[in-house]
């Protein structure tokens, strides 16, 4: 049994069983009506022949079938997209054998099941994702940037066919044994039936892949990513499918939603002797799915929302995931203290701080950046969240403040667009030298309160924003700061500076000097909590137009 199952555009979700002959339009003698004014009375035909179906536009060019105009009759396969003018159709067959892809009874373990090598369970958040993709290695890092390039692709398409097409991609990119790929999500919560959404393969493999129906099962079941090799090995009834599918190793992990449900699975095989997976690979599809889980469901969501409230329900997840990006708990490290806020203009800002121990340093060293994206909302906050997952992993590998400048300048450059940059400031902790080093790129002035005397001096940060100049590091110097006990350094971005009261006058670097003069000697979270409110204040009701941070570092 074939049937069609309008996936987008009006009567979204409406499922029709086919015909012997399926004339399809908005015409009164059609047995699939479209409710389009952009579809004909007669758009396409689709007749049975033989043991498949066929497919013609009524017009030349009034069909698209993945994507491609179609001139005469063409033969439909299971998980073609069909696009009608405004309305996108996928085709499917009923499944049957080892194609089905259905859940079963629990799953035996047997001589024939695949040979599982690896498992992974499904992560429930970035922080557990991150952990266990951060090795300590250069990989690690790689990883990171793969992440982030799926967390952009999540931010720039809200279609969901698009994104996982664009997933596999990003997959084929990184994972270099994989031949085929393919995304399949389930008809429905309370189905069991998969359908394929999105598919990729290898310009020279010749077979379309069909997962395996065992894999499958398990991954369905236990919720368990899996990595299998020797995949030709002797498993039984299976290992007649394997071996016609040509498959010597696979990934097949789930996509699992907030409430545990499945949602999908992303199925991945080799086809080449000697170049299977390996278990980093299963991790960072595993956290993939991660993301790629939480953006089905918003889609779902947003599908049966007006536009303005879709747009804002995706800013507040955007606001919601950006937050939590930034430090949750305040580092105790030794000889400082330290505090930072932000309140964005906008859902989602450009402005990020934050603090960071490194490993093995006895909480004797604390990193400390902070930093400011060119404009405002979901552009400047992608970057913002692109400098985050830079940072963190540059601190491992670089020796000072400056290299890890340099570094991220160099990401910058590579991955933002040319109209876009970011000034920053980032300084280092070392509890044993009780001195500062610290490298600017283009960011506010540096404020030192002196406790001795309670006044306040000064300092040009230098250097040069990030993401404009490739070459820039003849324009990054260390520096090195003492402090005293009780002495007191405020940071912050021009939000601060540059807030506007209701004459039109700007609050300036010098009304934000007397206040530190005036709470500087306040634990680091009440210099903060002070200068915003005091900000506030000389705001009144004026509407702030950028993003506001302070961090306050205080020497105990």
């Known amino acids: 049994m074939a049937q069609i199952i309008v996936m987008d555009g009006p009567g979204s979700g409406t499922t029709y069983e086919l015909d012997a002959v399926n004339n399809i339009g908005r015409g009164g003698n059609c047995n699939i009506r479209l409710q389009s004014a952009n579809i004909a009375d007669i758009q396409a035909i689709i007749k049975k022949k033989a043991s498949h179906y066929n497919i013609q536009g009524a ?59 690896n498992t992974q369970t499904y992560y429930k958040d970035t922080n557990t994702a991150l952990a266990n993709l951060d090795d300590g290695t250069q990989k690690a890092s790689q990883n990171i940037k793969v992440l982030l390039k799926v967390s952009n692709a ?20 990184e994972i270099p044994s994989v031949d085929r790929g393919m995304v399949l999500l389930k008809e429905s919560d309370a189905s069991s039936k998969l359908w394929p959404m999105a598919s990729k393969k290898r310009p020279k493999v010749t077979k379309d892949v069909v997962p395996s129906r065992t894999i499958i099962k398990r991954v369905l079941q236990t919720k368990e990513g899996v990595l299998t090799e020797d995949a030709k090995g002797d498993y039984g009834d299976m290992a007649v499918s394997i071996v016609n599918q040509s498959i010597e190793a696979a990934i097949c992990v789930p996509l699992v939603g907030k409430n545990n449900n499945i949602l999908g699975i992303i199925h991945l095989d080799s086809t080449r002797q000697n170049q299977g997976f390996r278990e980093d690979h299963l991790r960072l599809v595993t956290a993939i799915a991660m993301q790629a889980s939480l953006a089905m469901e918003n889609a779902i969501l947003v599908k049966h929302l007006g536009e303005k409230q879709r747009m804002q329900r995706e800013l507040d997840i955007a606001n919601d995931i950006q937050m939590k990006l930034l430090p949750k708990n305040l580092p105790v490290t030794e000889g400082l203290e330290v505090y930072g806020l932000m309140k964005p203009a906008k859902e989602v800002g450009g402005d990020y701080y934050d603090f960071l121990i490194p490993e093995n340093s006895n909480n004797r060293k604390l990193f ?55 000034s920053m400031l980032v300084l280092s902790w070392d509890a044993e030298k009780e001195q500062i080093q610290w490298t600017g790129a283009g960011h506010e002035h540096i404020i030192v309160y002196r406790a001795q005397t309670r006044k306040c001096e000064t300092i040009r940060a230098g250097g040069i924003v990030l993401g404009m100049m490739k070459k820039a590091n003849r324009f990054f110097k260390d520096q090195y700061l003492a402090l005293q006990p009780g002495d007191a350094i405020i940071l912050y971005t021009d939000g601060v500076t540059e807030a506007i009261n209701p004459a039109k006058k700007m609050f300036e670097l010098e009304n934000l000097v007397t206040l530190c003069e005036k709470y500087g000697h306040l634990p680091a979270e009440q210099i903060c909590k002070c200068l915003l409110e005091d900000l506030k204040r000389f705001m009144a009701n004026a509407p702030q137009h950028d993003d506001i941070t302070l961090v306050a570092i205080k020497k105990k």
């Open 59 to 117: 017009t030349a060019g009034s069909v698209l079938v993945n994507g491609q105009p179609i001139h005469k009759e063409r033969k439909l396969i299971h998980g073609d997209m069909i696009t009608l003018a405004d309305i996108m159709l996928l085709y499917g067959e009923e499944p049957t054998g080892e194609s089905a892809l259905v859940g079963g009874g629990p799953p035996q373990q047997n001589a024939n099941e695949p040979m599982i090598t």
């Open 368 to 422: 400390i950046c902070i930093g400011d994206v060119s404009g405002k909302g979901v552009p400047a906050g992608l970057v913002m969240v692109m400098a985050r997952c830079f940072f963190r992993p540059l601190i491992i590998s670089c020796k000072n403040t400056k290299m890890i400048i340099e570094e991220m300048n160099k990401f910058l450059v590579e991955d933002t667009r040319k109209d876009m940059f970011m």
């Open 154 to 173: 999540i931010m720039s398409k809200l279609e969901p066919k698009e994104l996982l097409a664009q997933l596999l991609d990003i997959m084929f990119d």
